[in-house]
């Protein structure tokens, strides 16, 4: 049985902690999820990437998709802010388009995107189902919903285990900030008890590494 949920904050919205989100090594899981994304098989085009952070993947998924180009959206403005050098010194500004919205509650035309992503974002919310809601409608017949984040461990002790493993170089601060990301991660089963609320087959949630589940599906046409 999994430990409790416990919430940490929606929006990292401050300078110190978008600095030192950014600072972390996340460069292993990015490009696990856009080598994953991309096998999956994307339209070109536009993608819209939920919970975009400091536009990490962003940058790496148009480097490595020139077909594409990116709506990152996040709530925290210094977190796009911080982004943008990195997307700058890419020289993708004309490729990233930088949006400051709520997940859950897109202002977004419905059906309208034939890829929409989102690495890291349901844990931050203390209602995820309405953020997966808005994936959902904002993506278009026929298009691909590919979704992933940390899932929440049954004890402490595989916490401590995780964290000491991927972020052996992280400053105290980051190494607390990513146990409590686990904290508040949900469950396989509780994102396939979410997925089926929308019509979601409960297979495409599935775990994708010893830390992560993944969603996947196209949307029927």
């Known amino acids: ?28 899981a990015n490009r696990a999820f856009v080598e994953d994304l991309l096998a999956a098989g994307p ?20 480097q490595r998709f020139p077909g594409c180009q990116v709506l990152a959206v996040d709530l925290a403005w ?4 911080v982004g943008w050098t ?10 990233i388009v930088p949006c400051r919205a709520d997940a859950k ?12 992503v989102s690495n890291s974002l349901l ?9 997966l809601r808005e994936a959902w409608r ?24 995780l964290v000491a493993q991927y972020a052996p170089g992280a400053d105290p601060r980051q190494q607390q900030m990513f146990a409590d990301s686990f904290r508040a991660s949900l469950t396989v089963e509780e994102v396939r008890t979410l997925a089926e609320d929308l019509g979601i087959p ?6 994708s590494s010893d830390r992560h589940w993944t969603l996947c599906v196209r949307k029927a046409e």
Do not use: K, N
């Open 86 to 95: 990195h997307v700058e010194e890419a020289g993708l500004s004309g490729r």
């Open 43 to 62: 339209d070109p085009g536009w993608i819209v990437d939920l919970g975009a952070g400091t536009l990490q993947i962003p940058v790496l998924l148009c």
């Open 105 to 116: 509650c897109l202002p977004l035309p419905t059906g309208r995107f034939r890829t929409v």
């Open 78 to 81: 210094w977190m796009l802010r």
């Open 138 to 161: 904002i993506t278009a017949p026929g298009g691909l919903v590919f979704l992933r984040d940390l899932f929440r461990p049954e004890d402490e002790a595989t916490i401590h285990a």
């Open 202 to 207: 409960r297979e495409a949630v599935y775990l």
């Open 1 to 28: 049985m999994a430990l409790p949920r416990v919430l940490e904050v929606e929006a990292m919205d401050t300078p110190e902690e978008a600095i030192a989100y950014d600072t972390m090594d996340h460069s292993l």
């Open 123 to 131: 844990h931050h919310l203390p209602e995820p189902e309405l953020a």
